[in-house]
């Protein structure tokens, strides 16, 4: 109803009929009422971006999409495959979801063409609002790459190295290779820690001996 005012119908009709803008210019109260539906106007548009916030807060990926592409979610949220444009900006380096013909979500699929299965299947239809389901989503992945990512360390620790990277998600090798290599480098370190402590203490006890030298 708020947009009622807005529209301002008999002022649209009557530029309709009479186009012309010297006939249009003598409306009597024109400017006023060009002036009341812009105030109306701003508050519709408060209306709203208070709205698409409160979807926002539920969802917060949902702050990487402009107002427009949020609306064009919310309008388009009776069909889960038409989110599949925007997945990419909510969840980074995620081209798309996969969807299995019952309409429940199994997989994630990244630019490069790597497949990932979720370790449990998101429905959807059983959540209703799109922000719902799609925080049901981002806790599977993180559920499922939390799962994955052990696995992973648990290989690294036994298989050859050239072999394990072409078997795991890149994203994660990535992840498990500096940890691993903590893991092997760690204990030298304790080992040597009191001779890099004294290493260290000799290091700034040169650079300031060569500051001192360089004073005027």
């Not at 400017?31 to 539906?37: H, K, P, Q, T």
Request: with cysteine; hydrophobic share 40%; proline share 6%.
């Amino acid at each position: 109803h708020l947009f009622k005012p807005v529209c301002a119908p008999g002022l649209f009709v009557q530029v309709k009929e009479a186009p012309l803008i010297m006939d249009v210019a003598v409306t009597p109260n024109l400017l006023e009422d060009l002036v009341f539906c812009n105030q109306e106007l701003d508050i519709v548009e408060k209306g709203l971006n208070d709205f698409l916030d409160t979807k926002k807060m539920a969802f917060p990926r949902f702050f990487f999409l402009s107002n427009d592409e949020l609306l064009e979610i919310l309008s388009e949220a009776k069909d889960p495959l038409n989110i599949q444009p925007f997945v990419k900006k909510c969840f980074e380096a995620c081209k798309q979801l996969k969807f299995e013909d019952n309409g429940e979500i199994t997989g994630i699929e990244s630019v490069e063409g790597e497949k990932i299965p979720l370790i449990e299947p998101v429905n959807p239809a059983a959540s209703g609002a799109v922000e719902v389901w799609l925080l049901e989503v981002e806790g599977v992945i993180k559920r499922t790459l939390h799962r994955i990512a052990g696995e992973a360390l648990e290989a690294y620790a036994t298989n050859e190295r050239s072999r394990w990277i072409l078997e795991w998600p890149g994203q994660l090798v990535l992840n498990c290779s500096q940890v691993g290599s903590r893991d092997l480098t760690q204990p030298e370190l304790t080992r040597r820690w009191p001779a890099i402590e004294c290493w260290h203490s000799d290091c700034c006890l040169l650079s300031l001996r060569m500051l001192h030298r360089k004073r005027p």
